[in-house]
């Protein structure tokens, strides 16, 4: 009977190396049928057990029983074994990443080169003491226009081509100076004088769309109302202001007369060009720039504001900030500067 002693030590030594080669829980399974099924080795055997003598049964028996016990518990084990070691895998797959794979290009966006702009200029007229103002787009031809000393049927109202609207005496503002008087207004009212501020924002006008027009385009109003204001406070005002602007330790300015109805005396002031020495076609080979239209500020405009123009003066100026950024930027045509097209903006 060593011949079954035999095959029960044969049986184990193949599940042992059986299970030794198994990496998945199909690998196992199999096994396991193929020992333990109803047609398995080990569960053959152990049929087998009835027809032996009464000795035999006494020897084998408990024999087999281990066999089968054993063989129950290792693959069990190593099902578990197996379990554990795959999620195992699974996390540390999570823990170890690859640093030196590349990644996808970051898509990054910025702020408008108005934006920009306009905080750059906001910045400068802070340091110097200056509140930023707002005022309306859609305006009534009252601050737009009779505030500022241009009454109904005055000539100087074909200076502007005027969106007007639906509703009557109403009009998308040709200009930020409209914001003048509201700011004189407030401060009367709230017996603020004197007051010193800017009032970036958009301007509307019915032209024909070309490289340098288009029918928005942004300005930037100044005012300052105080006691014996004079003209040399405008021009210093003006040239700090460029200087900083366009980064420059010496800047010239020239002033010549310029008419606007809302100031007396007006002027056009220019700066020297910020490109060239000797002429260039940014300053059309004259050297200076025409940037910055002002004036001290009419006495019927503060009157029509409520300002006594014995007792109060002040200086106004507004200039184009569209110009000023296209200038700055060295933009040649205002319809890319309004476009949106990334491909222009991300220039910047
Ligand atoms: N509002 C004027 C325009 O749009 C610009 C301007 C000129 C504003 C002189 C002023 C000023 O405040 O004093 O053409």
């Known amino acids: 009977m060593s011949t079954l002693k035999n095959t029960i030590d044969t049986i184990q030594q193949e599940l042992t190396a059986k299970l ?8 196992v399974e199999d096994i396991r049928i193929a020992f333990m099924g109803k047609k398995g080795s080990i569960t053959e055997l152990l049929g087998a ?3 032996l003598s009464i000795e035999d049964k006494k020897e084998f028996g408990p024999l087999l029983q281990q066999l089968r016990q054993n063989a129950e518990a290792s693959i069990n084990q190593h099902k578990n074994a197996l379990l554990e070691a795959q999620a195992q895998a699974a996390l540390n797959k999570q823990k170890h990443f690859d640093v030196t794979a590349t990644l996808p290009a970051a898509v990054r966006g910025h702020l408008h080169p108005y934006t920009h702009f306009i905080q750059e200029i906001q910045d400068i007229f802070l ?28 000539p100087a109202r074909d200076m502007y081509d005027t969106f007007w609207t639906d509703k009557p005496g109403h009009l998308l503002r040709t200009h930020t100076s409209p914001v003048q008087i509201r700011a004189i207004e407030k401060a009367v009212k709230e017996n603020k004088l004197p007051i010193a501020g800017i009032a970036p924002g958009r301007t509307y006008r019915h032209e024909a769309v070309d490289a340098s027009h288009d029918f928005m385009f942004m ?16 021009f210093a005002t003006a040239q700090t202001f460029l200087k900083r ?16 109805p809302f100031v007396e005396p007006g002027f056009e002031i220019d ?32 009157k029509a504001a409520g300002v006594n123009p014995d007792e ?3 200086f106004a100026f507004g200039f184009g900030l569209t110009r000023l950024a296209m200038l700055k930027y060295g933009i040649d045509d205002i319809r890319l500067l309004h476009s949106g097209k990334i491909k222009f903006l991300e220039q910047f």
């Open 20 to 27: 030794a080669a198994a990496h998945t829980q199909k690998d």
């Open 245 to 260: 602007l366009f980064k420059k330790d010496e800047l010239d300015i020239r002033i010549r007369p310029g008419f606007f």
């Open 127 to 154: 340091s110097m003491g200056y509140e930023i103002w707002d005022g309306p787009e859609f305006e009534t031809d009252f601050y737009n226009f009779t505030a500022l000393n241009i009454p109904q049927d005055h």
């Open 312 to 314: 109060y003066s002040g």
């Open 49 to 51: 057990l009835k027809d």
């Open 219 to 234: 300005q930037c109003e100044g005012l300052l109302i105080d006691k014996n204001v004079t003209i040399a406070n405008l």
């Open 271 to 302: 700066m020297r060009c910020v490109f060239c020495k000797s002429g260039c076609s940014v300053c059309k080979q004259s050297t200076w720039i025409e940037v910055f239209p002002g004036g001290l500020v009419h006495p019927n405009v503060l």
